[in-house]
């Protein structure tokens, strides 16, 4: 009678298991590494957006909307804000309203580095 050798894994079984293994968590980790950097990115973008619309809401109280730009520091972040005529400005129906438009554009940045968010609006404001 002879006698079976498949009882259980030999060491070559074992180790090309284990290589698999490792292989299929490396994947793993690499994918769920990118859906954090993924989400830490998209965190930032929406905080530098919710800047954005705050500073387009303070202009004509704590911003003055006088045509120009500003560069204002904040908490961290780098807010860009440029005000200038609006060209149909000239159109009579504008001197008839008694209002002049401007637009305003405004760029947000962590200090230093490239805009992460522009916004840009039209602002009315009593004309002068």
Do not use: K
């Not at 303070?58 to 003055?64: E, F, K, M, V």
Request: charged residues 20%.
């Amino acid at each position: 009678m002879s006698e079976r050798r498949d009882r259980g894994f030999t060491l070559l079984e074992t180790m090309v298991a284990f290589a698999i293994l490792v292989l299929v968590l490396g994947a793993a980790y690499r994918s769920l590494g990118a859906g954090s950097r993924s989400a830490a990115s998209a965190e930032t973008l929406v905080a530098a957006l919710s800047v954005a619309e705050s500073a387009l809401a303070r202009i004509g109280t704590d911003l003055s909307d006088d045509p120009g730009r500003r560069v204002v520091v904040e908490g961290g972040w780098q807010i860009d804000l440029t005000i200038q005529p609006y060209r149909p400005a000239e159109d009579p129906l504008w001197r008839q309203t008694g209002l002049l438009p401007l637009t305003a554009r405004v760029a947000v940045s962590a200090e230093g580095g490239p805009a992460l968010a522009t916004l840009q609006t039209l602002v009315l404001r009593p004309a002068r």
